[in-house]
């Protein structure tokens, strides 16, 4: 029989059985289920609700329980339901009649509640962990390539010279962010709320506190309606895992065009390309594509939660159940991705000389011819009008702005002398950037050594200064 059996003169229709059962996926909460309700048999104990014995023999029943299920030798059952409803039908069967007494002043829906958030904060716990090597091996990569001049881009049109280095630091940022975010959540959600019960709390003097700090949470929900039925901890770590992807995503389509033919500014390591089943000469950034195809997957874990949760009137709905696969789907992708990610970076070749060669390109030294003569008094927007004007002139002749003859210069302006060609030479354009969060090498090792700190101060607790963490 049912747990709920009582009130039923039917056994339930055999398609529905599967249709509602959700032990296929929500077993993979086995521990935390557990953990949470050896927290409450023991507080049952404590309070005197049930006897000092009968806490124990759960507690030792539950405990057991829980090896045999991470040994592997225990069965689940679709007709049990849920992995509440498994792990209280096996302490019964195993443990006689007190086990009917474990589910005292609680409900499933405060139960999944809680072991939602215990998984969660596991895992946002692993994932941060995942972010932070993905960060340390990008500043490894930006402190050896301080003076890899590259081009930079808007439009993807080639804008400006920097470095590699600080091509890369961008992504340190925003996986900084990242962790901000993924803190964030976990701080909201470490609140337990267990003794919301169904939806109205319960009579029994629980000790809710007591259990919250068994199981480690900073203190207890509010409110019973909104203890059962808030999922925004689970949103708010979809919402920061979608972002957090679409970084991935972008950090992952750079590669894809920077080891094309035609830009060969890196070559992935073999042991993170593919071939083609038909053109033998094929080495293709396959993993790196895989990651930015993902990223889809999470975006649709994070639309369809909210889409579930839209409509659901105060409390618990059985719709929420829906809540489970998008979460465990979103944190295996997540963490499958970072775990590529990193090591795809680390070993990539970069090509300097290719980079290098980019840099020089396509005028790129414009903007800074530009400001030489506003250096010298010229107002920018005329300067700009001028420099426009060289730039079509000169590549009309095919040639850059540092080929261009003094005496042509001077024939446009008087204020041109020799100390211009210093001025636009790509390695000057970059080194002469020295303002606060720009390129030039000095700046970039700063940039590296204080984002150290803020990852420092991150993962110890402290607040970083910076509010943009
Ligand atoms: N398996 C359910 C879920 O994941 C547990 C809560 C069920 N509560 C209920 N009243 N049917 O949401």
Same mark, same amino acid.
């Given at each position: 029989?049912?747990?709920?059996?009582?009130?039923?003169?039917?056994?339930?229709?055999?398609?529905?059985?599967?249709?509602?059962?959700?032990?296929?996926?929500?077993?993979?909460?086995?521990?935390?289920?557990?953990?949470?309700? #050896?927290?409450?048999?023991?507080?049952?104990?404590?309070?005197?609700? $049930?006897?000092?014995?009968?806490?124990?023999s759960l507690i030792e029943g539950l405990g057991? #329980?829980?090896?045999?299920?991470?040994?592997?030798?225990?069965?689940?059952? $679709?007709?049990?339901?849920d992995i509440h409803m498994n792990v209280e039908k096996i302490l019964t069967e195993r443990i006689g009649a007190?086990?009917?007494?474990?589910?005292?002043?609680?409900?499933?829906?405060?139960?999944?509640?809680?072991?939602?958030?215990?998984?969660?904060?596991?895992?946002?716990?692993?994932?941060?962990?995942?972010?932070?090597?993905?960060?340390?091996?990008?500043?490894? #990569?930006?402190?050896?390539?301080?003076?890899?001049?590259?081009?930079?881009?808007?439009?993807?049109?080639?804008?400006?010279?920097?470095?590699?280095?600080h091509h890369f630091m961008a992504y340190v940022q925003m996986f900084l962010r990242?962790?901000?975010?993924?803190?964030?959540?976990?701080?909201? *959600?470490?609140?337990?709320? *267990?003794?919301?019960?169904?939806?109205?709390?319960?009579?029994?003097?629980?000790?809710?506190?007591?259990?919250?700090?068994?199981?480690?949470?900073?203190?207890?929900?509010?409110?019973?309606?909104?203890?059962?039925?808030?999922?925004?901890?689970?949103?708010?770590f979809l919402a920061a895992a979608s972002i957090l992807m679409m970084h991935l995503s972008r950090i992952c389509e750079e590669l894809v065009i920077w080891s094309s033919g035609e830009f060969r500014f890196i070559s992935m390591d073999d042991g993170y390309s593919t071939g083609s089943s038909i053109m033998p000469q094929k080495k293709n950034p396959d993993v790196a594509e895989l990651v930015r195809g993902k990223t889809g997957r999470v975006y649709g874990d994070l639309v369809a939660l909210l889409t579930v949760m839209k409509g659901l009137p105060l409390a618990y709905n059985k719709d929420m159940q829906e809540d489970k696969e998008q979460v465990f789907d979103a944190v295996d992708t997540i963490q499958k991705c970072l775990l590529v990610v990193?090591?795809?970076?680390?070993?990539?070749?970069?090509?300097?000389?290719?980079?290098?060669?980019?840099?020089?390109g396509g005028f790129t030294n414009a903007t800074d011819l530009a400001d030489y003569m506003a250096k010298k008094g010229v107002p920018f927007r005329e300067a700009h009008e001028l420099v426009g004007r060289i730039v079509l002139d000169c590549s009309k002749k095919g040639i850059g702005l540092e080929e261009l003859g003094l005496s042509e210069y001077q024939a446009l302006s008087p204020i041109f002398t020799t100390d211009l060609y210093e001025s636009i030479g790509i390695e000057h354009c970059v080194r002469a950037r020295k303002i606060t969060g720009g390129p030039s090498p000095d700046t970039?090792?700063?940039?590296?050594?204080?984002?150290r700190e803020v990852l420092r101060g991150l993962r110890s607790g402290f607040a970083p200064k910076n509010p943009e963490y």
């Open positions: 029989m049912k747990l709920w059996g009582g009130r039923f003169e039917k056994t339930t229709d055999a398609l529905v059985e599967d249709f509602h059962s959700s032990i296929r996926f929500d077993q993979r909460l086995y521990k935390q289920d557990i953990l949470g309700s #050896i927290a409450h048999a023991r507080m049952l104990g404590s309070v005197g609700v $049930i006897s000092e014995d009968e806490a124990n057991g #329980i829980l090896e045999d299920i991470q040994a592997g030798n225990v069965e689940f059952e $679709i007709g049990a339901e007190v086990g009917k007494k474990l589910h005292t002043g609680r409900s499933r829906n405060d139960q999944v509640a809680l072991d939602l958030r215990l998984y969660l904060r596991e895992e946002i716990d692993h994932t941060m962990n995942l972010v932070e090597q993905l960060i340390q091996t990008l500043l490894h #990569i930006a402190e050896e390539h301080l003076e890899t001049w590259m081009p930079g881009y808007t439009h993807l049109q080639k804008a400006q010279p920097i470095t590699l280095a990242d962790i901000g975010r993924l803190k964030d959540t976990r701080k909201r *959600l470490n609140s337990s709320p *267990l003794g919301s019960g169904a939806m109205a709390g319960t009579t029994f003097p629980l000790d809710r506190e007591k259990v919250a700090q068994e199981l480690g949470f900073d203190g207890v929900t509010l409110n019973s309606l909104d203890g059962v039925s808030d999922r925004d901890f689970a949103l708010e990193e090591p795809m970076l680390r070993t990539m070749q970069v090509h300097r000389d290719t980079m290098a060669y980019g840099a020089k970039v090792a700063e940039g590296i050594r204080i984002s």
